[in-house]
């Protein structure tokens, strides 16, 4: 099973209408239970929170009324908690060894708090790749590639994942 | 998470223990999760991401922010 690590971006390109839905709504179909497709999300359980804060600046940039951005919220939650429900995505929690991890981030690459703390829960889940939207990030968090779901080959990339790795001499 | 009793008649019960045992369902709190899940969508109106997404774009007063540039905000408020 190939685990991919999902920003908090990807659940807001699914959720709200923009340019975004289509890569977004591609990545939540490839998850599937370990016994039925061959990847996996994985996200932070922060990044459930992130999505709240998000929806309310929504709220405070006159783009939807308060009791619509609880509906997305009420929504999130309940496909969240079904994906989770299905095996399809794995919500990881912070532990205090993640957050001491999340310091070789924040030294190392200079990433906010939170982004280390997802980088760090990324890391420790053993993913094939940190997916996202936002192109600040570097190619690379150590090991695991970064996979830019705005570039023109992404699906390529991720379909690659599949591809056995070549251990001939 | 706390833990709550809930009645449930002893057919239903044999049915779910049933799809537990075919691995339908990991066991019955994941059960009863799942029917809440399933019962808030529909007290929305909304069963799909799609749905949500027409929703949105009739209630939006103008364009949601891009996903990366909404999250990156929420960031930086660190």
Redesign the interface.
């Known amino acids: 099973m190939i685990k991919l690590y999902l ?15 289509d890569i ?2 591609w990545i ?1 179909e490839l998850l599937k239970p370990e016994d039925k497709g061959d990847f996996m999300g994985i996200t932070c359980e922060l990044s459930v929170a ?1 999505l709240f ?2 929806m309310k ?2 709220v405070n ?5 308060e009791q ?1 951005a609880q ?2 919220v ?2 999130a ?3 969240i ?2 994906m989770v ?1 299905e095996r399809r995505l794995v919500l990881v929690p912070i532990t205090y060894s993640r957050i001491i991890e999340a310091r070789s981030f924040i030294f190392g690459y200079n990433l ?4 280390a703390i997802y980088a760090a829960v990324a890391l420790q889940s053993g993913v094939a790749c940190f997916i ?5 990030f570097k190619e690379y968090l150590f090991d695991t590639p970064v996979l830019s779901a ?1 570039s023109d080959d992404f699906k390529e990339g991720v379909e690659c994942l599949l591809v056995p790795p070549d251990t001939s001499p | 998470m706390t833990t709550v009793s809930v009645s449930i008649d002893e057919e239903i019960l044999k049915w779910l223990d049933q799809l537990i045992k075919e691995g339908v369902i990991k066991n019955r709190s994941e059960a009863v999760r799942g029917g809440i899940y399933s019962f808030v969508k529909e007290q929305l109106e909304i069963t799909s991401r799609q749905e949500l997404r027409e929703f949105l774009k009739k209630k939006q007063k103008k364009s949601f922010q891009d996903g990366a540039e909404a999250i990156k905000d929420v960031r930086s408020e660190e």
């Open positions: 920003d908090t971006n990807v659940f807001f390109n699914a959720y709200c209408p923009g340019e975004k839905n977004a709504d939540f992130e804060r998000a600046k929504q940039l006159g783009v939807i009324d619509v509906t997305v009420d929504f939650i309940a496909d908690g079904e429900r906010y708090a939170s982004d996202t939207f936002d192109s600040d705005n």
